[in-house]
């Protein structure tokens, strides 16, 4: 979250480059990166979702527990989250609308503050049999 504010504020003082006006068109570069933007959010926050249904794993002798597949889906979406901001920063440099590139790295700033790891799977079961009982 951190490296996405300081994105923001180096951009808008101006030390990564000048902030000229890059006009209000789109070009197929710049239209890339928003698909590369949205497909890393999406994806980012399915993946998970996947990953959490899986209840065996698929190859023998594999080491995936419940817990490991939980915490991959969260450094996924960590990785994803950021990503987005990587590709608002991208499109900076490809010279994108500044209210685009502004766009960009606020939802990548939003998807970092409203991750949330919740409980482990550890925890779920447990808490699920204290209530059982």
Request: glycine share 10%.
């Amino acid at each position: 979250m951190l490296f996405i504010v300081l994105c923001i504020l180096l951009l808008h003082l101006g030390v990564l480059g000048s902030l000229e006006p890059a006009g209000r068109e789109i070009k197929l570069v710049q239209l890339l990166i928003i698909v590369g933007a949205v497909w890393s959010a999406v994806v980012g926050f399915t993946f998970q979702r996947k990953l959490s249904r899986i209840s065996k794993p698929r190859r023998v002798g594999s080491k995936s527990t419940p817990f490991t597949r939980w915490k991959a889906g969260h450094i996924m979406r960590l990785a994803s989250a950021t990503s987005v901001g990587n590709w608002g920063l991208a499109m900076y440099y490809f010279h994108g609308p500044l209210w685009l590139v502004d766009t960009v790295l606020a939802v990548a700033l939003v998807l970092l503050i409203t991750w949330k790891p919740g409980l482990g799977p550890e925890n779920k079961i447990a808490n699920e049999q204290l209530r059982h009982s």
